[in-house]
């Protein structure tokens, strides 16, 4: 007759609680190496850029006006002494090749012609300015004379005040279409220089990310930069980076070395004395309680072990529910321990089988150990789970009293122990550091909180499998 006080797959809803922030929160998407550092170069060339055209504009502007000025000057003295010095018939000949030649337009001016004055822009006054001072204070620069638009200028010649008409594209504006086509060109291939300086600066950079990733993967063959490189500084740093791989490479291999010295060579002789205890030990008290201390070694032994495992592994598919029931069965029947599980079936996640029943084991021994009611002495333990985006949320509460939430953090701390209340069985301190190293050795988070309906609860999220 199985255990009813014990229902290891019962499908009871079980309350799966908002997981703590640690879980929840996503990374701060900042603005990458290679973009700010576009950004910076762009903004400082198209600075450049602006101060250049303006500096320029500053140095043109006063030449361009005295220039434009002097050649308007020159052709109203040239017209007014042509037509000073001719006769009458030569004068309407003079006047009619003015008119085809250069554009000029001599006519009476009337005094009730209408104008505007030349006032359109600051480049405007000012050749009108220098024109006037030019030619006498009587002078009038028109850009509209009756109706009829051009680049007007009044003078006189022996007290008769006419109008000259030439073209107005004689006085030209500082920056006109072409300086907005090398402007644009100028502009475009700024930021193409400002992306290939971004490019270079960042593609090391980017190198030695990846190289510390795989480090991190425990991948130390594949972290091996270039020590060839031209920059000296770059260099330097991919050397020291490479020592550093080759150490830790080193470090792991000892590490290796070291686990299989101590199973071979702690578990021989403790096997030994487990044998020579059962056969050699008349007292049934005295040899249970050295074969409990054997035991404990041995606990002690394996918890070592577990948390000193290697840091890569190679992530697979793993059916949740079939974890979950093979930990809660690895734990053994305990009339006094109550466990309800609430996990969707079909829950197939990414990690090792090995280390998430290492990890849900632990889980449950822990919260059998200091979950249990302070009064019947039972155990209630819920597991639920449940699917978010491309993640699963798993979360594993008691009945407990809880923690200190000073300690929440330092739980996970190996060799912690808490506060008496969560400490009164003997362990290594080791548990939830193991929890938490091979949760994130599968690309999980694991975090611990005290439920708002009492005792502790262990929120874990696991890489989901792509269906």
């Known amino acids: 007759m199985p255990d009813e006080s014990r229902v290891p797959f019962e499908t009871q809803p079980a309350a799966l609680e908002t997981a703590p922030a640690p879980l929840e929160m996503r990374p701060t998407r900042g603005v990458s190496l290679f973009w700010r550092t576009f950004f910076f170069l ?10 250049w055209l303006q500096t320029f504009r500053a140095l043109e502007y006063e030449p361009r006006a005295l220039q434009s000025a002097n050649q308007q000057a020159s052709l109203v003295n040239l017209s ?9 018939i ?28 030349y006032n359109i822009d600051a480049l405007s006054r000012n050749v009108a300015e220098r024109l006037s001072a030019r030619l006498g204070p009587d002078t009038l620069v028109a850009r509209e004379v009756n109706g009829t638009p051009g680049l007007w200028i009044g003078f006189t010649i022996d007290g008769d005040p006419y109008w000259l008409l030439t073209d107005p594209s004689r006085i030209g504006p500082v920056a006109g279409t072409t300086w907005l086509i090398w402007l644009g060109t100028a502009a475009l291939l700024s930021l193409a220089g400002a992306a290939l300086i971004a490019r270079l600066i960042n593609r090391p950079l980017k190198k030695l990310s990846f190289a510390a990733g795989r480090v991190r993967e425990g991948d130390f063959n594949a972290s091996q ?33 070291m686990l299989a ?23 049934s008290q005295a040899r249970e309680h050295m074969a409990a201390d054997i035991d404990q070694v041995n606990a002690i032994i394996d918890k070592f072990l577990d948390y000193a495992r290697p840091d890569h592994l190679k992530p697979e598919r793993v059916n949740l529910n079939q974890i979950v029931d093979a930990a809660i069965f690895a734990t053994g ?21 090995v280390e998430l029943q290492r990890v849900f084991t632990n889980l449950i021994e822990n919260a059998m150990r200091y979950g249990r009611n302070a009064e019947t002495g039972v155990a209630r333990i819920d597991i639920a789970a449940k699917a978010k985006d491309d993640a699963v949320l798993v979360k594993l509460r008691d009945h407990g009293q809880g923690v200190n939430p000073e300690q929440l953090e330092q739980l996970t701390q190996p060799f912690f122990r808490g506060d008496v209340s969560r400490t009164a069985a003997t362990g290594t301190g080791l548990g939830l550091a193991i929890v938490d190293r091979a949760i994130a050795r599968m690309g999980g988070r694991f975090a611990l909180a005290n439920s708002s309906t009492g005792g502790l609860a262990a929120h874990m999220k696991l890489v989901k499998a792509p269906s």
């Open 42 to 51: 762009a903004l400082l060339l198209i600075g450049c850029i602006v101060a």
């Open 80 to 88: 007014r002494a042509a037509l000073v010095h001719s006769d009458a």
């Open 261 to 283: 010295g101590i199973s071979h060579d702690l578990r021989t002789p403790l096997a030994r004395l487990r044998l020579e205890t059962e056969m050699s030990v008349g007292d």
């Open 225 to 257: 930069l270039s020590e060839a490189v031209a920059t000296s500084e770059i260099r330097e740093v991919n050397i020291g980076f490479n020592r550093m791989a080759q150490r830790l490479s080193k470090i792991e291999q000892d590490r290796a070395l």
């Open 90 to 117: 030569a004068r309407v000949s003079l006047i009619k090749t003015l008119a085809s030649e250069e554009g000029l337009r001599i006519a009476p001016r009337e005094p009730t012609d209408t104008f505007r004055l």
């Open 333 to 353: 029947q305990d009339p006094n321990t109550h466990i309800t599980t609430s996990i969707p079936l079909g829950t197939v996640v990414l990690g090792d089988a």
